[in-house]
């Protein structure tokens, strides 16, 4: 195994003990990670292979993938796994996916069709996808949230245009209209769903309510579920609705009950299983399970939140999830919570009913740049190249070199915290717009307190400063959620900020609450994708004989083999002086103002435009 590889129980010890074993498959932004886990939860291989991203030499809103890329890697991560394992792959009874909320594209034969005009947008192409960070749909989203239609009621109030109907619309618009006419359209965990099952067109609930516009069932007819024919046609997607929604999903309502269901809970065993192809490419066994899919940030909900902080403690229950907020925490966060009744947030997604157990809603909150903003601050900053120096000489990452030179400089100055160095710098960080609760792609990032200092100290103040503006704006979206109805008490963060400690710490008092962290980071979320894997393998074939089944009972068989595979985290608890405390809450009152600041500004400017016209 690389240095990179977790192993909680050998590989000797499953070959001796027979016990079963399932794959979960985590597509991030920039790249894959499968994990071999067993059915207790034991890790014993994972593999990371990178991912391409394209990116536009004129235009900086254009992100595009390919989803051939994206299987290769995963082919290369699945098969890696098994080999380093040295185990039957029969012994593999469960496959799962997650993945990032894109927009993949092909024709109705499945041929990956372009979306980038730089290879001919509509033909033939490997750049078949638009990542959700592609944020060039601004126009059609504007149009959308113009309409006045219920669909916004489920996100917060205002459409995002890093989902999937604005980008959808966006190719109508560009693409030749012989060409759209051909394309049918998946949120990327299902497009991985149909390829595993070899062409298998069924959906999850949780790409389709999430991301696509697809209304849950409340139970009134004042308030019917599915598909909004009049916003379709509003927004002009009228072929959408004569053609029954085939390119985009199915016409039915949400059912996740039965074989013969067009869409599916999460975990819910897809069509036939694992086609003889797809078989073949990941060294796989014919006709395996494969669990309905959900995005990224929902298994990492799912890899995280049934932990408990030791072995000792009692199992926690699925009504306690409801007070636990998940955070995956990667190029950008995503900000989880579950309630068993719908709960309206302005400026957060959601509610969406059956996003991950049947009859349950989800809110989802979010910071389009995270990680990303973190590496921006760090690599355009003019003392970037002595960092990387330093850290070469140390043989040390760049954030330890500054965690350290911050440590240095708060003993210099006889302060008892990183936060007094950052005292008269304050950072507004949505350079990539607002997801939550604002809600406003036009946001932008913003410092004060700057000066002419261009070394490494600055640097290293900076990267606080950043860190810092990250956890304030996670206290706005909690309290914004615990505002309207929510009762988080908790913390959960995956992804690769879990690393980061003195982020964590940040979170923490901040946000004046736990911070749980997983066994291992790296394989939080995957371990969320092999947890469906072996759902779709044990519970999901049950559900499905009895045919319409118990929501209750199919909830909590998930939530029972979430608490099973799920080993105890690592607890950071909040430890600011009340010193710091009072430091803290003034700068969120300040970043609070600063959101009003930026939107005075802007009004004014756009009044003195519309003044000389």
Same mark, same amino acid.
């Given at each position: 195994m690389?240095?990179?590889?977790?192993?909680?129980?050998?590989?000797? %010890?499953?070959?001796?003990?027979?016990?079963?074993?399932?794959?979960?498959?985590?597509?991030g932004?920039?790249?894959v990670?499968?994990?071999?886990v067993?059915?207790?939860?034991?890790i014993?291989?994972?593999?990371?292979?990178? !991912?391409?991203?394209?990116?536009?030499?004129? %235009?900086?809103?254009?992100?595009?993938?390919s989803?051939?890329?994206?299987?290769?890697?995963?082919? !290369?991560?699945?098969?890696?796994?098994?080999?380093?394992?040295?185990?039957?792959?029969?012994?593999?009874?469960?496959l799962? #996916?997650d993945?990032?909320?894109?927009?993949?594209?092909?024709?109705?034969?499945?041929?990956?069709?372009?979306?980038?005009?730089?290879?001919?947008?509509?033909n033939?192409?490997?750049?078949?996808?638009?990542?959700?960070?592609?944020?060039?749909?601004?126009?059609?989203?504007?149009l959308?949230?113009n309409?006045g239609?219920?669909?916004?009621?489920?996100?917060?109030?205002?459409?995002?245009?890093?989902?999937?109907?604005?980008?959808?619309?966006?190719l109508?618009?560009?693409?030749?209209?012989?060409l #759209?006419?051909?394309?049918?359209? &998946?949120?990327?965990?299902?497009?991985?769903?149909y390829?595993?099952?070899?062409?298998?067109?069924?959906?999850?609930?949780?790409?389709?309510?999430?991301?696509c516009?697809?209304?849950?069932?409340?139970?009134?007819?004042?308030?019917?579920g /599915?598909?909004q024919?009049s916003? &379709?046609?509003?927004?002009?997607l009228?072929e959408?609705v004569?053609?029954?929604?085939?390119?985009?999903?199915?016409?039915?309502?949400?059912?996740?009950r039965?074989? @013969?269901a067009?869409?599916?809970?999460?975990?819910?065993?897809?069509?036939?299983?694992?086609?003889?192809e797809?078989a073949k490419?990941?060294?796989?066994?014919? /006709?395996?399970?494969?669990?309905?899919?959900?995005?990224?940030?929902?298994?990492?909900?799912?890899?995280?939140?049934?932990?408990?902080?030791?072995?000792?403690?009692?199992a926690?229950?699925?009504?306690?999830?409801?007070?636990?907020?998940a955070?995956?925490?990667?190029?950008?966060?995503?900000?989880?919570?579950?309630?068993?009744?719908?709960?309206?947030?302005?400026?957060?997604?959601?509610?969406?009913?059956?996003?991950?157990?049947?009859?349950?809603?989800?809110?989802?909150?979010?910071?389009?740049?995270t990680?990303?903003?973190?590496?921006?601050?760090?690599?355009?900053h003019?003392?970037?190249?002595?960092?990387?120096?330093?850290?070469?000489?140390?043989?040390?990452?760049?954030?330890?070199?500054?965690?350290?030179?911050?440590?240095?400089?708060?003993q210099?100055? /006889?302060?008892?915290? #990183?936060?007094?160095?950052?005292?008269?710098?304050n950072?507004?960080?949505?350079?990539?717009?607002?997801?939550?609760?604002?809600?406003?792609?036009?946001?932008?990032?913003?410092?004060?307190?700057?000066?002419?200092?261009?070394?490494l100290?600055?640097?290293?103040?900076?990267?606080?400063?950043?860190?810092?503006?990250?956890?304030?704006?996670?206290?706005?979206?909690?309290?914004?959620l615990?505002?309207?109805?929510?009762?988080?008490?908790?913390?959960?963060?995956?992804?690769? @900020?879990?690393?980061?400690?003195?982020?964590m710490?940040?979170f923490?008092?901040?946000?004046?609450?736990p911070v749980?962290?997983?066994a291992?980071?790296p394989?939080?979320?995957?371990?969320?994708?092999?947890?469906l894997?072996? #759902?779709?393998?044990?519970?999901g074939p049950?559900?499905?004989?009895?045919?319409?089944?118990?929501?209750?009972e199919?909830?909590?068989?998930?939530w029972?083999?979430?608490?099973?595979m799920?080993?105890?985290?690592?607890?950071?608890?909040?430890?600011a002086?009340?010193?710091?405390?009072?430091?803290?809450?003034?700068?969120?009152?300040?970043?609070?103002?600063?959101?009003?600041?930026?939107n005075?500004?802007?009004a004014?400017?756009?009044?003195a435009?519309?003044?000389?016209t």
């Open positions: 690389s240095a990179n590889d977790v192993e909680q129980k050998s590989a000797d %010890d499953v070959k001796n003990d027979g016990e079963d074993l399932f794959v979960g498959v985590d597509v932004t920039g790249s990670r499968a994990a071999l067993t059915a207790s939860g034991s014993l291989a994972s593999k990371t292979q990178d !991912t391409k991203t394209f990116r536009s030499d004129t %235009d900086h809103r254009i992100f595009e993938q989803t051939m890329d994206i299987w290769n890697a995963i082919c !290369t991560c699945i098969k890696g796994v098994i080999a380093s394992a040295a185990l039957d792959p029969a012994r593999v009874k469960g799962g #996916f993945a990032t909320c894109s927009l993949a594209v092909t024709d109705l034969d499945g041929v990956p069709v372009s979306v980038s005009n730089a290879e001919h947008i509509g033939p192409g490997q750049r078949n996808i638009i990542l959700w960070a592609d944020h060039r749909a601004e126009e059609e989203a504007r959308i949230n309409s239609s219920v669909v916004l009621d489920y996100v917060g109030g205002v459409m995002s245009l890093e989902m999937e109907i604005p980008k959808i619309l966006w109508k618009n560009n693409m030749p209209s012989t #759209f006419s051909r394309c049918q359209f &998946f949120d990327l965990p299902d497009y991985l769903s390829r595993a099952t070899g062409g298998c067109t069924t959906r999850s609930a949780c790409s389709l309510t999430c991301k516009s697809y209304v849950p069932d409340r139970g009134d007819e004042n308030h019917p /599915g598909w024919d916003f &379709f046609e509003h927004i002009g009228g959408f004569r053609d029954g929604y085939k390119r985009v999903g199915p016409l039915r309502s949400l059912q996740g039965n074989k @013969q067009e869409t599916l809970t999460a975990g819910l065993p897809v069509g036939d299983g694992l086609s003889e797809a490419e990941l060294g796989l066994l014919k /006709g395996i399970p494969v669990g309905s899919a959900v995005i990224d940030a929902y298994a990492g909900w799912i890899g995280t939140v049934a932990a408990r902080s030791s072995t000792d403690e009692l926690p229950s699925l009504d306690e999830s409801r007070h636990r907020l955070i995956c925490a990667g190029t950008s966060s995503c900000h989880l919570v579950q309630s068993p009744t719908p709960v309206f947030v302005p400026g957060v997604w959601g509610p969406y009913k059956d996003a991950v157990f049947p009859g349950w809603w989800m809110n989802e909150g979010g910071q389009s740049s990680g990303q903003l973190i590496d921006f601050v760090i690599t355009t003019p003392a970037y190249s002595q960092l990387c120096e330093l850290a070469k000489e140390r043989s040390t990452s760049v954030h330890i070199v500054l965690a350290d030179h911050l440590e240095k400089l708060r210099e100055a /006889g302060v008892e915290s #990183f936060t007094e160095l950052t005292r008269d710098l950072f507004y960080p949505d350079l990539h717009g607002n997801r939550s609760p604002i809600a406003d792609p036009r946001m932008r990032g913003s410092i004060t307190g700057l000066t002419l200092d261009r070394s100290t600055d640097l290293a103040r900076k990267f606080h400063l950043t860190l810092e503006a990250l956890a304030l704006q996670t206290r706005h979206i909690v309290r914004s615990n505002g309207r109805g929510h009762a988080i008490e908790a913390l959960y963060v995956s992804g690769g @900020q879990a690393r980061n400690r003195a982020l710490q940040l923490a008092d901040v946000c004046a609450m749980f962290l997983p291992s980071v394989d939080a979320v995957s371990r969320g994708a092999a947890m894997a072996r #759902f779709a393998a044990e519970a049950m559900a499905m004989r009895r045919g319409s089944g118990n929501a209750d199919i909830g909590e068989a998930l029972d083999i979430m608490v099973e799920t080993p105890p985290a690592t607890v950071v608890k909040p430890v002086s009340s010193r710091e405390k009072r430091i803290l809450d003034a700068k969120y009152k300040i970043f609070l103002e600063s959101i009003e600041i930026q005075r500004w802007r004014e400017v756009e009044a435009l519309d003044d000389g």
